[in-house]
Every structure is written in C-alpha cells, then in structure tokens.
C-alpha cells in the first residue's frame, strides 16, 4: 500500500462511501480504512429500514400531500430548538441548507444512482401537539424500494467500480487511534492493525492487534459514526436535566463497532467537540429473539393507537402517543422512576400498526419483491416479522383476558406490579368514549385524524375499537426498553464539511461527515429529528465533503 493517495476517508460506512464516490467522481486517489472487515461495506446504513425525508415530492403530491420548503423548514427548525449561540451557529446554516436540498436535489441525485422508493409516503414524529413546535406536519417518510442495503448499494458499486479502476484503495481491519498533525493541519492517520476476521457482517470482531500503521495524505475525511453501542459514553454524556436518570438498562440499537472512539480521537487532534449532551435513543425497544450484535434491539415502529403505559400502570399523558413525540415520551415515561414501560394493545392493531425497524425484519421491502410485499402487508394476520416476535420475543405477553394479560406482564417487570383494577379501569375508560362514537380522549382523536390521510387508513392506522372487545382479541402487551441510537452532536463542521477548531477557525486538512459531525455542523438536528433524516444527513455531508474537498485538490 505504497501509492500515493490524495485523501484519507476513515470509516466506510454510508458517509465514507458517499465522500469517496465524490472524489472518485473527480478523478481522486482515495485511501478508505475501516476497522471491520468487507463484510461491512455500508456500516450502519445496512441495517435501517432506508427511511428518507423528501420535501415536496412526486410521492407526496400524488397521495394529496401539500408539503413545502417553507413549511418544513419551520417543522426542522420548531423541532431543532437550536438555543446555544456558540454550538448551533453551524447547525443553524446546515439545517436550512438540509432542508433545501430536501427539498430541490435530494431526490434527482438520489433518483440518477438508481434509488427508487415506494409511492406510499409515511408519517413519523408527528410531534408534540404545537403548529411550530417539535414534528412533521405533513408525511415526508420516504422508504426505500430495498431498504437500508439499496441506499448502500446505490454508492458502494460505483465506489467499488473505481476500486478496480484504481482510484480507491480499501484497508479493512485497520483502527485508526491518532490523527497526524503537522504545522498545524491534519497531514495523516495512525493506528492499529487488528487480526484478520471473516465475522458476518454485524457480528461484533475481535480487537486483537497484529501490527501498526501510518498513512499520510493531503487530507483526512473521518466518517466513522456516533457513539450507540458504547454505553459507557452515551452514559457520560446523558442529558440528565432534559431526560431524567440515565437508565440501568439500555439495549444496542446498532453493532458493536458504533463505538464513537473518532470523537475523541478528532478532539485530541484538535478539532471541536460540540452538542454531545444531545443524542435520540427510542422507548420502543425490544429484546431481539434471534441477535446478531450483542445486547441486539429492535425498534417497534408503532402506529397511533396502542395505550401506552409507564411502569406504574400510569397511562402517560397527552400528547406521548405512540409514534409521536420522542424525547417527550422518554422524559415521560423515566419520570415514574423505571426505565421501561407497557403498551397494551389487540390483534387487530398489532396486524395493522406494527412494524420493525431494520432491513433484516423488512425482509419483503429489503428483497424488492412486489408479490412478497402484497402478501405482507396486505394479508390478515401480523407481517411474519412481528408475529414471530410476538411468539418468540421475551418482551411479548399475549392473553385471552386481560387478568392473565396483567399476570404475564408482572412476571417480566423490572419494577412495580400492575394492580389489574387500575390498569382496567384506564383502559375501560377509554373504551366508553370510543363506543360512544364521539368521546374526549385524545389519543381517540388522534387515530382518527391519523385515518384522513388515505394510507394511514388503508394500511397504517386501526379503526378505533375496544381494547377490552374479545373480537378484536387476544390481548398483548410489549414490555418496552431505552434502545440506543443516534448521537446528535459530533465534530462541529463547516457548509464544506471541514472541521472548525474551538476558536472557531478551521482546522486544516480534517473533513468530517456522517454521525460523527452530528450529521453535519456538529448538530444539524438540534435537540429532535423528524426521521427519515440521518441516512440523508450522511448523504448530504459526505457529499458536502466530497465535493469540497475534490474542489481543494484541485
């Protein structure tokens, strides 16, 4: 590995590969190092269900949805609250830049590499209930045809075809642990090379150490992800006074490598470190049945009309709905002194309304099948995903009343037992407003608003019923968990994606992109994200970055 290179890309995650189709693009030589093997080309961006925000698009105007820059500016911006004038001067710029590009070449770019999407455009984080506070107004969920590996896929060929041709060398098993600085600038990486590993991909890899090694470039461009798997840092820097208690237990939303040692690594350096206080994890997290990483989670996506429950049996208030407002629900529910909670629920809605995060429990979507997909989500019955959950998964307790319900959910609490009497009577509650037709709940209201929106309707939302109706039976409940995540903050950058010193200057020869930059400014999301946000905010910055630094080179 003795050619010159002109740029060092660290991490061959979403964000690197779209860095390095760039440069590539341009004519540039580029080194990509990555501590995991191949079998990991894409990192991350793998496993997601290829959630994409678009603004304003064909999809949404043929499902009669009137979007706009203006109006999802104000949802980015409500939702971001940005209030620190330091950190959030770039987050500030790159936000509106995100949502313009969200909004004008996203999806042409996206489009011209062959990514298509399905013509059903979903609604998350419908928000906290305020016309420009936190959420989306409208649906801007776009899901890609062949999830999280067809957005990977759609960079990892072109970037593999100048593999071939020459202009990318690959180095696997290589663990970056010092950014080289010279006069200044970032002239070079140094690091560790780790013992050869054929591990599948995702499997957690051995760190055992063979040799060393050091590269030098005109420029460094670190991709290399957030901080999820690595509790021990989610835990230091959890925002106690926003959230509440970290809490005791948290499940792995993402593989073991989501390590977040470049954050330091980078600050060492030199660079700046801002917004690490925030970050967004999910109260829906389940036990995998059937790991692939370890202390492996899934997300529950759920649809509006579930009772949601703290682990006192408390109904949590308006308006922490489920698939509403997520950071509210988590100071929420860790406010009843636990870090888990309940949502009770029917067959019927658990066949309409849930859904699983993830490409590997998408397998019909993933696998671009049509017929698969029909089958799917059209047939009765639970998608073959979430029913095996629901047979197999430890946080699943299904019943024919709701007294063995509530007997089955103390057997697996962390905490306080249920008093059936109570719980009863907050769902008995809510079933007379529904059988009335009219009723004053809210979460009532909000399904029905939800049904409006055709696809919600069709193949979403539920019609409101009793929870307690045994036609509509059996009875589950999902003991929910802190499924870790997204790291908000990250190496604050530039529109061009290099990296700023904390006296606010750049820091020659360091680009950064992807998570690791807080998906761009070190905080593009602020303290919220609207979802179907971080896979294009890889894609934006590692473009932003690509394209400057191909300017620079030049």
């Known amino acids: 590995m003795t050619a010159q290179h002109d740029a060092i890309v660290v991490g061959a995650g979403l964000a690197g590969l779209v860095a390095t189709y760039e440069l590539t693009k341009a004519g540039k030589r580029v080194l990509v190092l990555d501590q995991e093997n191949r079998n990991n ?37 409500g939702s971001a609250a940005f209030d620190r004038e330091r950190e959030d001067h770039w987050p500030r710029r790159w936000a509106r830049a995100y949502v313009e590009f969200a909004a004008t070449k996203k999806r042409q770019y996206l489009h011209d590499l062959g990514l298509r999407v399905v013509p059903i455009v979903g609604w998350a984080e419908r928000g906290d209930g305020s016309a420009d506070g936190h959420g989306n ?50 002239a070079g990486v140094r690091g560790s090379v780790l013992e050869p590993s054929d591990a599948e991909r995702g499997r957690a890899s051995s760190r055992t150490t063979i ?48 390590d977040g040692r470049m954050l330091e690594i980078g600050e060492k350096a030199g660079a700046s470190l801002v917004n690490s206080d925030r970050m ?33 049996g408390k109904r949590l208030p308006a308006p922490n709905f489920p698939g509403f407002d997520t950071n509210g629900a988590m100071k929420a529910l860790l406010a009843s002194g636990y870090d888990y909670s309940w949502m009770v629920l029917t067959q019927s809605i658990i066949e309409k309304e849930f859904a699983l995060s993830g490409s590997e429990q998408n397998p019909d979507i993933t696998g671009k099948s049509i017929p698969d997909a029909l089958k799917s989500r059209l047939a009765k019955g639970a998608p073959g995903p979430v029913e095996a959950f629901k ?33 009863e009577r907050q769902i008995r509650a809510r079933d007379l407003g529904v059988a009335s037709g009219h009723g004053k709940d809210l979460q009532v209201m909000a399904i029905e608003h939800a049904r409006r929106y055709r696809a919600d309707r069709l193949s979403r939302v539920a019609k409101p019923h009793r929870i307690l109706d045994p036609a509509h039976g059996p009875l589950i409940a999902v003991r929910l968990n802190v499924l870790t995540r997204k790291t908000l903050g990250g190496l604050e950058t530039n529109l061009d994606s290099q990296v700023m010193r904390p006296d606010g200057t750049v820091l020659p020869g360091l680009y950064a992109a992807g998570e690791v930059a807080g998906f761009g400014g070190g905080g593009v999301h602020g303290y919220n994200a609207l979802e179907g946000t971080f896979l294009g905010g890889c894609i934006f910055s590692g473009r932003a970055a690509g394209l400057a630094l191909a300017r620079e080179l030049s």
């Open 137 to 186: 107004s409208v649906p801007r969920f776009h899901l890609t045809w062949g999830t999280g590996p067809e957005v990977v896929r759609v960079f990892a060929e072109p970037v593999q075809a100048a593999e071939r041709a020459g202009l990318v060398t690959f180095a696997f098993r290589h663990q970056v642990d010092e950014l080289l600085v010279e006069d200044g600038a970032v």
């Open 280 to 312: 967004w994890h999910y109260t829906e997290g389940v036990h995998n049945w059937d790991p692939i990483w370890p202390n492996h989670a899934i997300r529950i996506i759920p649809g509006p009309s579930s009772m949601w429950f703290d682990a006192n």
């Open 391 to 423: 047979q197999h998964g430890s946080d699943f307790v299904v019943a024919n009343t709701l007294r063995e319900l509530v007997d089955g959910m103390n057997k697996i609490a962390r905490g306080p037992q249920l008093d059936h009497a109570d719980l």
């Open 41 to 77: 080309l894409g990192g991350q961006a793998f496993w997601s269900l290829g959630g994409l925000f678009f603004v304003d698009s064909p999809e949404q105007r043929r499902m009669g949805i009137k979007d706009s820059y203006e109006l999802a500016l104000q949802d980015w911006l």
């Open 211 to 258: 040799g060393d090694f050091e590269f030098r470039a005109k420029a460094v461009v670190v991709t290399t992800g957030g901080i999820g798997h690595n509790h021990e840092l989610v835990r230091r820097n959890w925002p106690v006074d926003r959230f509440g208690p970290c809490p005791e237990t948290l499940i792995a939303g993402v593989p073991a490598h989501v």
